[in-house]
């Protein structure tokens, strides 16, 4: 049902979040930079790990979170920074979402982290299977929302299909629903079109998840980022670890968010190599259909999944991920797009099945 309810943070909130009173921590207190720190039972000598990591961080990640907002043009009070993008979906759950009574809606197939947040809270997670060509289906939506449902989960460009859904469509979901509509941008920053982040003034209900894990190649650091209405942010931040991201995490963070030329050439790295693997793959025998992708994989449909799958790995070491089982990705491989030598590598690799 696309229901008239305004939206408002604090209806849709947990009770006891919403009462919650969150813990205060010595750098909370005092903000400053200057002066004796003897508040925080940090040992004054030093670190055993070198590097001035002996005082607690900035629990806001300040700096940090100046520099995301300069690169994508948001305001550091709609920003709030996790370990992963896992860390916001996580709390989104344990904000919104009282455990054996309300709802959440994934659209798969989809990220799998969605369902597994859910299930750790207790939440029911209704489906509604995207179309055969990977669009979402709104009415069924609409129709799948009850008055308990408080997150609808959207990724775009989608894992693991590659596609980016339909901008037109997620905004009627903004403007239908009555709760959060979480758009999950991992991947935006391979694809053809903006996401939402321009949008964010225009609907309070949207959280927009973007990582530093893929684009960025920071995957071993663990920083995720969502962006949403400061009213949102604020939920999070309170309810939140309150050292979430530690100090190493926020300086490597920090000096490698000045390395955008890195990012940016990467990402054209990455365009042109997918471009090379569509047309290798496309012409392979063992190859039915790859599917168009605005991320940094391909999604692959082939004669033989399974034994493809393991053939690679046994005879050339190459792994990619089975999505076979997947809903509606029926005889379907996920390839990461590689450097030139490593997509070159799989497609030899891939001449040869069957042929030896
Ligand atoms: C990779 C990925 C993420 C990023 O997860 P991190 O926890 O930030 O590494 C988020 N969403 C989707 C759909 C992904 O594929």
Not at 6 to 11: A, L, M, N, P
Not at 234 to 263: C, G, H, S, W
Not at 312 to 319: N, Q, T
Request: net charge negative; hydrophobic share 40%.
């Amino acid at each position: 049902m696309a229901t008239d309810v305004e939206f408002s943070v604090k209806r849709l909130l947990r009770e006891n979040i919403r009462e919650i009173k969150p813990y205060s921590s010595a750098r909370d207190e005092y903000t400053g930079t200057e002066g004796i720190f003897l508040d925080a039972n940090e040992n004054a000598y030093g670190s055993a790990a070198g590097h001035g990591l002996h005082r607690y961080p900035d629990p806001l990640q300040r700096k940090l979170k100046e520099k995301i907002g300069e690169i994508k043009g948001a305001n550091p009070t709609n920003i709030f920074v996790g370990n992963g993008s896992d860390e916001p979906i996580d709390l989104l759950f344990r904000a919104f979402c009282e455990p054996g009574k309300d709802t959440v809606i994934t659209l798969p197939p989809t990220y799998g982290m969605y369902r597994v947040c859910a299930d750790i809270n207790g939440t029911a997670v209704k489906t509604v299977a995207l179309t055969e060509s990977y669009d979402i289906d709104v009415e069924s939506i609409f129709e799948a929302v009850d008055e308990n449902t408080k997150l609808i989960f959207v990724c775009s460009p989608n894992n693991p299909t590659g596609n980016l859904i339909d901008k037109d469509d997620i905004i009627e979901l903004l403007t239908g629903f009555h709760g959060i509509v979480v758009v999950d941008e991992a991947y935006i920053d391979f694809a053809q079109e903006d996401g939402f982040l321009g949008m964010l003034d225009q609907y309070s209900n949207l959280v927009i998840l973007q990582t530093f894990s893929k684009a960025w190649g920071m995957a071993a650091l663990r920083v995720g980022m969502a962006f949403a209405s400061e009213e949102i942010i604020n939920v999070l931040n309170k309810i939140k670890y309150p050292y979430n991201i530690n100090e190493a995490t926020q300086r490597i963070a920090l000096r490698a968010l000045k390395n955008i030329d890195f990012m940016k050439e990467s990402v054209n790295s990455i365009i042109d190599e997918r471009a090379w693997l569509k047309g290798a793959l496309g012409a392979l025998s063992c190859v039915e259909y790859i599917y168009p992708s605005d991320a940094n994989f391909l999604l692959v449909k082939v004669t033989d999944p399974v034994a493809i799958y393991n053939y690679l790995i046994d005879e050339h070491k190459v792994i990619v991920r089975d999505r076979s089982k997947v809903t509606l990705c029926d005889g379907c491989l996920r390839i990461t797009v590689g450097t030139e030598s490593e997509n070159q590598e799989l497609i030899n690799g891939l001449r040869e099945w069957k042929v030896s």
